[in-house]
Antibody, heavy 124, light 108 residues
Framework: EVQLVESGGGLVQPGGSLRLSCAAS????????MSWVRQAPGKGLEWVSA????????YYADSVQGRFTISRDNSKNTLYLQMNSLRAEDTAVYYC?????????????????WGQGTLVTVSS | DIQMTQSPSSLSASVGDRVTITCRAS??????LNWYQQKPGKAPKLLIY???SLQSGVPSRFSGSGSGTDFTLTISSLQPEDFATYYC??????????FGGGTKVQIK
């Protein structure tokens, strides 16, 4: 059974940093690209970042480019999101999501499994 | 960036009704269009991928159609468990993915 479990969320002050983790199990983690998707309270879904299975290719939404860094440790079956220079508008539930098909990273992707999400609140 | 516009933003319907939700892309995205269902406090669930392919385990009352810029999600006979918010998502752009604003399906 595929499982994705996020952790690391919490309350942080504007300008601060936080690192999210997503522990994966039930599939060959290194074979699949992964993404982070967020949802601000009462709002819609926003794609944040993606990473290839091997970790060599990364992609970011304009809203987080230069502030967030996606990475993965395939030996630990874990996905990460390092978030720096956090702003109030980064407040959201952050989901990790597994891309359904091997090989693709962004184009032609869709997400067949999602974690339960972890809440990040940026406030003073 | 490719913008995705869903309509309506909300609708009220009764059990047994046929429901259609529309998603329009700001440019052609071929068939790179997916649909998700989200219930309050839960993660999204994949319903339809590549515009019209039904995800495994999803009831056949859900169907998708369209290509280019205009897409629809249809629920042929609304069931109590279908009251939720539905999102479209494009994966055509190499610059990144975008979701529609969502359509909330409520009980009439």
């Amino acid at each position: 059974e595929v499982q994705l479990v996020e952790s690391g969320g919490g309350l942080v002050q504007p300008g601060g940093s936080l690192r999210l983790s997503c522990a994966a199990s039930g599939f060959t983690f290194y074979s699949y690209a992964m993404s982070w998707v967020r949802q601000a309270p009462g709002k819609g879904l926003e794609w944040v970042s993606a990473i290839s299975g091997g970790g060599g290719s990364t992609y970011y939404a304009d809203s987080v480019q230069g502030r967030f860094t996606i990475s993965r440790d395939n030996s630990k079956n874990t996905l990460y999101l390092q978030m720096n220079s956090l702003r109030a508008e980064d407040t959201a539930v952050y989901y990790c999501a597994k891309v359904a098909d091997i090989v693709v990273v962004v184009t032609a992707t869709y997400f067949d499994y999602w974690g339960q999400g972890t809440l990040v609140t940026v406030s003073s | 960036d490719i913008q995705m516009t869903q309509s309506p933003s909300s609708l009220s319907a009764s059990v047994g009704d046929r429901v259609t939700i529309t998603c329009r892309a700001s440019q052609s995205i071929s068939s790179y269009l997916n649909w998700y269902q989200q219930k309050p406090g839960k993660a999204p669930k994949l319903l339809i991928y590549a515009a019209s392919s039904l995800q495994s385990g999803v009831p056949s009352r859900f169907s998708g159609s369209g290509s280019g810029t205009d897409f629809t999600l249809t629920i042929s006979s609304l069931q109590p468990e279908d009251f939720a918010t539905y999102y479209c998502q494009q994966s055509y752009s190499t610059l990144g993915l975008t979701f529609g604003g969502g359509t909330k399906v409520q009980i009439k």
